[in-house]
């Protein structure tokens, strides 16, 4: 299954996560659009989540925690496995993936940053 079935929107207590004319977009309770999430299908059953950003002025809330806890919840259902990676010299990207459930693969990740993935079935 690919992220376009996860049955968007997908609304939390602070953001709710919508695919947007632009991408899949994060909004706050106002539907203010707050962030981005950029998902890239990567093969049967599997997505990649290439980047979670989040407005400067907005972090620091949650809201990016949430929105990933959002979408962790709607590939559970859907059965899909998320892969992201963090980039080689962003160290709170390993704390925040690892954070959110993610486990580290032993193999190298885009441009020698680290890769992760999470299952549902474990």
């Not at 890239?40 to 980047?51: L, N, P, Q, T, Y």
């Not at 709607?74 to 963090?86: F, L, M, P, Q």
């Not at 709170?92 to 890769?115: D, K, Q």
Request: hydrophobic fraction near 45%.
């Amino acid at each position: 299954m690919s992220a376009a079935e996860f049955g968007f929107p997908l609304a939390g207590e602070r953001v709710t996560v919508v695919r947007g004319a632009q991408g899949i977009v994060i909004e706050d309770r106002d539907g203010t659009p707050i962030g981005t999430v950029e998902l890239e299908h990567a093969g049967e059953g599997e997505v990649f989540i290439k980047s979670v950003c989040i407005e400067e002025s907005k972090r620091g809330y949650g809201a990016g925690t949430e929105a990933t806890r959002l979408l962790l919840e709607a590939a559970a259902e859907a059965g899909t496995v998320v892969r992201a990676w963090a980039p080689p010299d962003l160290g709170l990207a390993v704390y925040f993936w690892i954070r959110m459930g993610l486990r580290p693969l032993h193999s190298a990740g885009p441009n020698g940053g680290i890769l992760f993935e999470w299952n549902p079935d474990r």
